[in-house]
């Protein structure tokens, strides 16, 4: 079945960039996402991108698509406290089941 | 309403009986999912709904569990004989891109 991975914690220093990784199996994926969840609180979506593009921008959000190698990734220029919490990554396929990795813990150090 | 709502908030149950969670999914948005975050995991998928078509039931981990969505609006998600394992937060989600989630049901089972 599909199957979403992501490291489980990242450490990164506040004012750098945090890249955060995610491979997925199903190669029908229509859409790929990036949730975010802060500590108490409930999941956002927080970006998202078409299988057909390779990367997308938003503000400090870089999202970045390589289908061949199934491989997505989340960029966050100048990471703040605030960037702190859980970042899920997820898959949709063509039956539009939405499929979520464990989370990647940030945290941030100052 | 404004969001997604989700009844009750928290439910404590004795091993053996029987719950039902309810999601009101935020009016004319026709795609739910239902998932559970159990403690420090990720989303485990369980049952989405599309309009009128038949429902993707392909994540209810037994046949103790079942969903239904009444007239494509609210959806109850019933539990038999609840076991240990099932405590988690039961989340609802709608909008096509999954975009919007309810607050969740803790479901503790005891």
């Known amino acids: 079945g599909e199957d979403v991975e992501q490291s489980l914690f990242l450490s990164v220093r506040e004012g750098d960039s945090s890249v955060i990784n995610c491979t997925y199996t199903?190669?029908?994926?229509?859409?790929l996402y990036w949730y975010k969840q802060e500590p108490g609180a409930g999941l956002q979506l927080l970006t998202y991108?078409?299988?057909?593009?390779d990367m997308k921008q938003d503000q400090r959000l870089t999202v970045l698509l390589n289908k061949k190698d199934k491989h997505l990734s989340l960029r966050i220029a100048d990471t703040q406290t605030g960037d702190s919490a859980i970042y899920f990554c997820a898959e949709r396929g063509r039956d539009d089941k939405i499929i979520f990795g464990k989370g990647t813990r940030l945290h941030i150090l100052p | 309403g404004a969001g997604v709502s989700q009844s009750p908030s928290n439910k404590v149950t004795e091993k053996g009986k029987d719950v039902e969670l309810r999601c009101d999914p935020i009016s004319g948005h026709t795609a739910l999912y239902w998932y559970r975050q159990s403690l420090g995991q990720g989303l485990e998928f369980l049952i989405y709904f599309q309009g009128n078509s038949a429902p993707d039931k392909s994540g209810l981990p037994s046949d103790r569990f079942s969903a239904e969505r009444t007239g494509g609006s609210v959806s109850t998600l019933t539990i038999q004989r609840t076991q240990q394992e099932d405590s988690a937060v039961y989340l609802c989600v709608c909008g096509s891109l999954g975009q919007y989630f309810g607050p969740g049901t803790r479901l503790t089972v005891t």
């Open positions: 991108i078409f299988s057909n593009m």
């Open positions: 199903d190669s029908s994926s229509t859409y």
